[in-house]
C-alpha cells in the first residue's frame, strides 16, 4: 500500500511540475506577444523558402520560418538576422522534408510499413531528426499519414497503405522518433502530420484531384491516424490540397476549429501546404489571394506556406474588420510556443561542425540495412530457389542493380548517392559476379544489349534481374494510369526466363506495380519499395540466405490497373463473389444477355486482387494453430483475448507477421468484410511453437454509426489470425 501510495504521489508531483513547465512557456508567450505589433505578428506567420538572402526579411520581422535550406552557415546568417537584428528578437524556424531519411536514408515510408515493426521506424525517424537538427533542421513536414488505396496515386510511396490501424502505428512510432522525449533537445525536431484530410483519396489515382468522402468515412478511415498522432503530441499539422465536400482543407473550419481544436482539443500549430492558400483560387473557392488569407485565417491556420498572402493582405483586413487582431493573437500564440518549446530562444545557432560528426555514423547505416531487410516482401519462391547459398557464380542484370540515386527514392533532397550501397557492389562480395546491365534505366527500351546478357547467363549458376522504377516515377504529381514496368524490363525478364537457369528477380520501386506477367517468367520475386542508403547489402544479405524474409504487403497488389481502387477492407456489396466468376474466355459466342454470374467481378481479370493485404512468404514455412477465445460472449468493457498455436516448420530462425483481423457481422451501417486490429512479429527458430495471444478492449470495436455516434454495437463478429488478410479460418464471438 505504501509502494501504490509513493507512486501516486511521484505521477501527482510529475503531473504538477508538468503544468508548472506548461504554465511558464504560456507566460513567456504572452508577454513576448503583448510587444508586438501587427506587422510583426503577421511576420511570424509568413513561412518562405530560401536561405542567407532572406536576412534581411528576417531582420524587418517579415518571416517567421524558412524551408528548404541545409546550409548550416546561411541558417545561421538568416537567424542572427532575427534574434540580433530584429526588434524584438524571434528565432526563425527552420523546415524541411525530410521524409524517410536525412543524410542516411532509410526505405520510403510505404517500404517501413512492409516491415510492421514500430520500433524500427521509430529508431528511424530518431536518426532522421539527430542527422537532421545537426544541419539546422528543427521541424519536419512528416509523416504523411493519408491512408491510400490506389497505386497509380505517387504519393502512396510516403505512407502507410491502404489500412487506418497500420497508418496510425507508423505515424505515432514516426512522430515519437522525429520529437524524442523532449522537443527542447537540441536533437528533437517537430513533426508535422499531413495532409489534413483526406488526400489519399484523390480520385483516379490523380494527384491533386478532388475527393468524394463522407463524414463517416472521414471519422472511421481518414481521421484515426490524425487523432491518434494527434494524441501522441505532434507539435504541428499540415492542411491539404484537396477539398472535402466542396471546401478546400486548407478553408475549413469545421475540420480545423470544429474537429481538430474542438472535438481533439489539440494545441499545435498549423500550416498550410506549399500554397495551398492561393490554390483555393483555382478550387473557385476564393476569389483571389486577399480572399485566400481572409478564409484560411478564419478557419484556423496559424502559418502560410509560400502563398504570400499573409503578408501581403492580413494587416488590411484585421482593419477591414474580416480578420479579428483574435485571430491573429491565437496563430502567433501557437506558433511562440512551438519555438519555445523548441528551445530556440536559448539556442537559435547551429554548431557548424555537427554535422560531420553524425552523418552516416556506423549505428545509422546498420539500422537502415536492418529496416531494409525487414521491408522486403517475398512473393514468390518455386521449388525454394531462394536463398542463393549453394551458387557460385551468378549474373546481376537490370537497371536497378546499380543505381545508386534511384534506389533512395522519391523525396531525397538531402540523400547523397555516393554513400548508397547498391546491389551489385554488395553482391560482388558474396559471389563471382558476371554484370551486365541489359537496359540502362526503367523506361530504356533499347533491347540491343540483350544478346550480351544471354551470352553471360551461360557462365551463371543464377540469374538475379533488378528492375523496378526510377525514383522520379512515385511521389507527388507523379501518377500513372499504367503500373507494369516500364520500357523493356519484363522482355529482359522473359528472355532470362529463356536461359534454363533459375531466374530471381528483385523490383525496387516506389509503389505496387502489376507484375503478375514477371511472375510468370522467373523463379522467384522479392519486393522491395526503394529501399535507401542500404539496400543493396539487405538485399544481398536475403538473396544469400543471411537473412530471411518477413516483409508484408501494406497494399493489396492488383492483377491490372484497371481494378484500382482495390482494398482489402472494403465494405460488402448485395452480390458479393462467391468464386463463380464467369471470365472472357468462358463466354461462348453469341451468347444471350444473361448476366454471368451475377456478383461483383471483373469479366478479364476476376474478383481477387494478385496478392492481399499483409501477404508475404518467408524461407521457412509457419503453422498457425486454431485460434481459441477465452470467452465467446463479451460486454462492452471486456477485453478479448484469443491464443494461438504458431509453429516453425522449416530449417530457418525465421520472423513471421502475425495478424488479427475482426468483422462486424451487421450494423446500423454496412461494415467492412475484414479489418485490421493487432499484428506483431514473432521471430521462431527451426522446429519451435509459440503460443501467441492477442488482446483487444471491445471498446476498439466501436465505429461511427448511424446516427453518427462512436459507439460499439452489440452483435455478432467474427475473428481471425493468420498471415495476411485472405487466410484463416473465422472463430465467432458475441458482444452482448
Not at 524517410?100 to 515510408?109: Q, S
Not at 481544436?261 to 483571389?288: C, K, L, P, Y
Not at 546481376?396 to 540523400?415: H, I, R, S
Not at 509459440?690 to 483487444?696: A, G, I, N
Request: net charge negative; hydrophobic share 40%.
Amino acid at each position: 500500500m505504501k509502494r501504490v501510495r509513493f507512486i501516486l504521489s511521484i505521477a501527482v508531483l510529475l503531473a504538477a511540475t508538468s503544468c508548472t513547465a506548461q504554465t511558464e512557456t504560456d507566460k513567456r508567450v504572452d508577454e513576448l506577444l503583448s510587444k508586438m505589433t501587427l506587422q510583426e505578428k503577421i511576420g511570424q506567420m509568413n513561412q518562405l523558402s530560401g536561405g542567407a538572402e532572406l536576412k534581411n526579411e528576417a531582420a524587418a520581422g517579415n518571416v517567421g520560418s524558412i524551408l528548404n535550406c541545409t546550409d548550416v552557415k546561411a541558417i545561421n546568417i538568416v537567424q542572427k538576422a532575427a534574434v540580433e537584428e530584429s526588434r524584438l528578437g524571434i528565432p526563425i524556424l527552420v523546415a524541411r522534408d525530410v521524409i524517410h531519411g536525412f543524410h542516411t536514408i532509410f526505405p520510403i515510408p510505404l517500404g517501413q510499413a512492409a516491415t510492421f515493426d514500430p520500433a524500427i521506424v521509430e529508431k528511424g525517424a530518431r536518426i532522421s531528426a539527430v542527422e537532421a537538427t545537426a544541419s539546422g533542421v528543427r521541424w519536419t513536414f512528416s509523416p504523411m499519414l493519408d491512408v491510400a488505396r490506389d497505386p497509380r496515386w505517387g504519393r502512396v510511396a510516403e505512407g502507410s497503405g491502404e489500412d487506418p490501424y497500420l497508418d496510425v502505428q507508423m505515424g505515432v512510432a514516426m512522430v515519437k522518433g522525429y520529437q524524442g522525449d523532449d522537443l527542447s533537445d537540441p536533437t528533437s525536431m517537430a513533426a508535422c502530420i499531413k495532409h489534413f484530410v483526406g488526400y489519399g483519396a484523390a480520385e483516379g489515382g490523380r494527384d491533386y484531384n478532388s475527393t468524394m468522402i463522407s463524414e463517416r468515412s472521414l471519422r472511421n478511415t481518414y481521421f484515426p491516424a490524425f487523432k491518434a498522432t494527434a494524441e501522441a503530441g505532434a507539435a504541428t499539422l499540415m492542411t491539404s490540397f484537396n477539398e472535402i465536400d466542396g471546401v478546400p482543407s486548407t478553408g475549413n473550419k469545421w475540420l480545423l476549429k470544429d474537429v481538430l481544436r474542438g472535438e481533439w482539443g489539440w494545441d499545435g500549430m498549423i500550416v498550410t501546404d506549399w500554397n495551398s492558400a492561393g490554390e483555393m483560387i483555382a478550387h473557385g473557392f476564393s476569389r483571389d489571394l486577399k480572399h485566400t488569407a481572409e478564409q484560411a485565417v478564419n478557419a484556423g491556420v496559424d502559418m502560410d506556406m509560400m502563398s504570400y498572402g499573409f503578408i501581403q493582405y492580413i494587416e488590411e483586413l484585421v482593419k477591414e474588420g474580416k480578420i479579428s487582431e483574435k485571430e491573429i493573437d491565437r496563430a502567433v500564440r501557437n506558433i511562440l510556443k512551438l519555438k519555445f518549446e523548441l528551445g530556440l530562444f536559448e539556442n537559435p545557432y547551429v554548431d557548424e561542425t555537427a554535422s560531420a560528426r553524425v552523418d552516416y555514423a556506423p549505428e545509422h547505416l546498420e539500422a537502415a540495412k536492418q529496416c531494409a531487410v525487414e521491408s522486403a516482401i517475398l512473393l514468390q519462391n518455386k521449388k525454394n530457389v531462394l536463398p542463393l547459398d549453394k551458387a557460385k557464380t551468378i549474373l546481376v542484370t537490370g537497371p536497378l542493380a546499380d543505381a545508386p540515386y534511384e534506389q533512395m527514392g522519391t523525396w531525397v533532397f538531402d540523400g547523397q548517392k555516393e554513400h548508397t550501397v547498391t546491389p551489385l557492389t554488395a553482391l560482388r562480395e558474396e559471389y563471382n559476379v558476371i554484370w551486365e546491365p541489359g537496359l540502362k534505366y526503367s523506361r530504356d527500351e533499347n533491347t540491343k544489349d540483350f544478346a550480351k546478357v544471354r551470352k553471360a547467363a551461360a557462365k551463371a549458376d543464377a540469374v538475379v534481374v533488378f528492375v523496378g522504377e526510377e525514383s522520379i516515377l512515385s511521389g507527388e504529381a507523379h501518377s500513372l494510369s499504367n503500373l507494369d514496368l516500364q520500357g523493356a524490363q519484363s522482355e529482359l525478364i522473359a528472355e532470362m526466363s529463356k536461359t534454363g537457369k533459375p531466374v530471381v528477380v528483385v523490383v525496387m520501386a516506389g509503389r505496387p506495380l502489376t507484375i503478375e506477367r514477371d511472375l510468370a517468367n522467373c523463379d522467384a520475386m522479392l519486393y522491395s519499395f526503394h529501399p535507401g542508403t542500404m539496400g543493396g547489402p539487405a538485399l544481398a544479405d536475403l538473396i544469400k540466405g543471411k537473412a530471411v524474409p518477413s516483409g508484408k504487403l501494406p497494399m493489396t497488389f492488383l492483377r491490372d490497373a484497371g481494378q484500382a481502387p482495390f482494398y482489402y477492407n472494403h465494405n460488402n456489396t448485395g452480390r458479393p463473389n462467391n468464386g463463380t466468376e464467369t471470365l472472357l474466355k468462358d463466354i461462348p459466342v453469341e451468347a444471350g444477355q444473361t448476366s454471368l454470374g451475377c456478383t461483383s467481378f471483373y469479366l478479364d481479370t476476376g474478383y481477387g486482387p494478385l496478392f492481399p493485404f499483409g501477404y508475404g512468404l518467408s524461407y521457412t514455412t509457419f503453422e498457425y494453430g486454431a485460434p481459441v477465445l477465452e470467452k465467446a460472449e463479451l460486454s462492452e468493457n471486456d477485453v478479448i483475448r484469443v491464443s494461438f498455436d504458431l509453429k516453425n516448420k522449416g530449417k530457418y530462425e525465421a520472423t513471421e507477421v502475425a495478424q488479427l483481423y475482426v468483422q462486424d457481422c451487421v450494423g446500423s451501417v454496412v461494415r467492412p468484410v475484414k479489418e485490421l486490429k493487432r499484428f506483431e512479429r514473432i521471430t521462431l527458430a527451426p522446429g519451435e511453437t509459440k503460443t501467441v495471444t492477442f488482446e483487444l478492449p471491445v471498446a476498439e470495436l466501436a465505429f461511427w454509426n448511424f446516427d453518427m455516434e462512436y459507439v460499439v454495437e452489440p452483435g455478432d463478429f467474427r475473428l481471425w489470425v493468420a498471415g495476411d488478410s485472405a487466410s484463416g479460418e473465422p472463430v465467432s464471438f458475441v458482444v452482448k
